[in-house]
């Protein structure tokens, strides 16, 4: 097997940080993908919410070559247009008034946390600095960003921790309410926790969440890093519960598979940074902005009505395949509960080795297919996982 040789050299000399399915991907058009033996697979994946328009769509692919064959980066020092259109583009769709970027979600989520943390300094001295966020979320692998996620297993082996961060159980407002304190500057949540097994917050549980942020000035960080770009059938999720951020973090689907993020800055910390406060050397990147700009056109109203229309076919039929105890999440977010003893890791392996590429979300088996899949791509995917459920119905 071709792939062999692959395999062989991975473990010889890459870090074992991942623990990687069977298989050594090739290339791939839309929502199928090939190995290096020819072997057919269905993505309901999208390279972890990142390949938004599938893999190698011919529209972002000749924005990114066009603009790659003329300027593939320039520092920060200079004016480029690709980054200021994405930003243009981000700001008039969210009712952010500025943007800055990023090169991933954890460096979006540190940046956030700057910006927070800087405006407990300008608005009271340094007395607020304290970041809430809840149980079982998500936001990050650099050292602050695992400690803002609110899960213990990711809180060891690496210390010591940044201090100012605590952690409210989600949906329970009380909680929160007991843990926000004088000291308390942001609030930083997912609408949809991805990785915590695509848990949605509340609408009820949101929305009093926004009016007690306002209330006290404490700013409201939505991670979007996941959920944003379409993903949940509208450009944010948050638009879901009419509430307005102080605060939006992206990356995974923004860049269709370029590393980008972004921090979007709502009214009250438009003016937070300045000169010298932050920068990255590649944040920005042109040609990273210009697959976003591909990928925010493509996203109009009639996409978004697809991703949930798509999204709702799914529900509909995984709820009635065997072994399925419930599927939660919006539009092309799916995180699916099995039957008692079934493994979400063992379901995935099997679907694998029957040609479709599902993930995993602690329990649950998670879908991210790319938001442009077709809807034989769709059904082809779906028959793999009804036969691979089937074979455990008894
Ligand atoms: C994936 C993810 C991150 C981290 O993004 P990276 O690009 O891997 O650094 C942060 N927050 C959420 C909600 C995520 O899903």
């Not at 999208?46 to 972002?60: E, K, M, P, Q, R």
């Not at 509208?234 to 980008?260: C, H, M, N, R, W």
């Not at 899949?373 to 089937?390: F, H, Q, R, T």
Request: glycine share 12%.
């Amino acid at each position: 097997m071709k792939g062999d040789t692959v395999k062989a050299a991975d473990k010889q000399y890459l870090a074992p940080i991942y623990n990687r399915f069977d298989a050594v991907l090739d290339h791939g058009k839309g929502a199928t993908c090939y190995d290096m033996d020819g072997k057919e697979y269905i993505d309901f994946t999208a390279g972890i919410g990142v390949n938004s328009l599938g893999f190698c769509d011919d529209g972002w692919v000749k924005a990114v070559t066009e603009q790659l064959s003329k300027l593939q980066h320039t520092s920060n020092l200079y004016y480029t247009q690709p980054d200021t259109q994405v930003g243009q583009i981000l700001c008039q769709r969210s009712g952010m008034e500025k943007v800055f970027f990023a090169n991933s979600g954890a460096e979006a989520n540190e940046g956030a946390i700057k910006v927070a943390r800087k405006y407990g300094v300008d608005r009271y001295e340094g007395r607020r600095n304290k970041i809430i966020t809840l149980v079982n979320s998500f936001h990050g692998r650099t050292i602050t960003t695992l400690t803002a996620t609110g899960q213990e297993g990711f809180h060891k082996n690496f210390g010591p921790f940044p201090q100012g961060f605590d952690y409210a159980i989600a949906g329970d407002m009380e909680d929160l309410k007991n843990k926000a304190d004088d000291a308390t500057v942001a609030v930083m949540a997912e609408m949809i926790q991805g990785e915590g097994g695509v848990v949605p917050l509340q609408e009820s549980y949101v929305k009093e969440l926004a009016s007690f942020c306002k209330e006290r000035d404490i700013l409201l960080i939505v991670d979007e890093v996941q959920t944003g770009i379409g993903r949940t059938g509208k450009l944010f999720s948050y638009e879901y519960f009419g509430i307005q951020p102080d605060i939006v973090t992206l990356a995974k689907g923004l860049g269709g598979g370029l590393p980008i993020g972004a921090v979007l800055l709502g009214g009250k910390v438009a003016d937070t940074l300045h000169y010298s406060d932050h920068g990255s050397t590649f944040g920005g990147n042109p040609v990273a902005c210009a697959g976003a700009v591909e990928i925010l056109k493509r996203i109009d109203e009639a996409f978004l009505d697809e991703v949930r229309q798509k999204g709702i076919y799914i529900t509909d039929r995984v709820r009635k395949m065997p072994c399925v105890t419930g599927v939660t999440g919006r539009g092309l977010m799916l995180g699916v509960s099995l039957k008692e003893g079934l493994t979400s890791g063992q379901i995935v392996k099997e679907a694998l080795e029957a040609g479709l590429m599902l993930l995993t979300a602690k329990a649950k088996v998670r879908m991210l297919p790319p938001l442009t899949i077709s809807d034989e791509e769709i059904n082809k995917g779906l028959d793999i996982l009804e036969k691979v459920l089937s074979a455990h119905n008894q």
